[in-house]
């Protein structure tokens, strides 16, 4: 059974910091893509991040600067690091997973909220 469990999210005030988790399991972690989407309400869900099975890394261009994505193997997580954080980064975000033939899985969200 593929589970992906996020936490980190919370509330934080503009120009404040979180950092993500995402806990793999039921799957190959080395042999997937890993990334990062959010929500907002009313909103499409978005890319924010991507690590691709290699390490290289892709970032949506509001997440440039900010944000950094990374994977522990050792530990079959994901994480992203969320410095200077502003009220348009509030949404739910969601970790993703695509396996070597394509096959996506998906968190069940993490709300981030930031405001004063």
């Known amino acids: 059974q593929v589970q992906l469990v996020e936490s980190g999210g919370g509330l934080v005030q503009p120009g404040g910091s979180l950092r993500l988790s995402c806990a793999a399991s039921?799957?190959?972690?080395?042999?997937?893509?890993m990334a990062w989407y959010r929500q907002a309400p009313g909103k499409e869900r978005d890319l924010v991040a991507r690590?691709?099975?290699?390490?290289?890394?892709d970032y949506a261009d509001s997440a440039k600067g900010r944000f950094t994505i990374s994977r522990d193997s050792a530990k079959n997580t994901v994480y992203l690091q969320m410095n200077s954080l502003k009220p348009e980064d509030t949404a739910v975000y969601f970790c993703?997973?695509?396996?070597?033939?394509?096959?996506?899985?998906w968190g069940q969200g993490t709300q981030v909220t930031v405001s004063s």
């Open positions: 993703n997973a695509v396996l070597v033939f394509g096959t996506a899985f």
């Open positions: 690590i691709a099975r290699g390490g290289g890394t």
């Open positions: 039921g799957i190959t972690f080395t042999s997937s893509a």
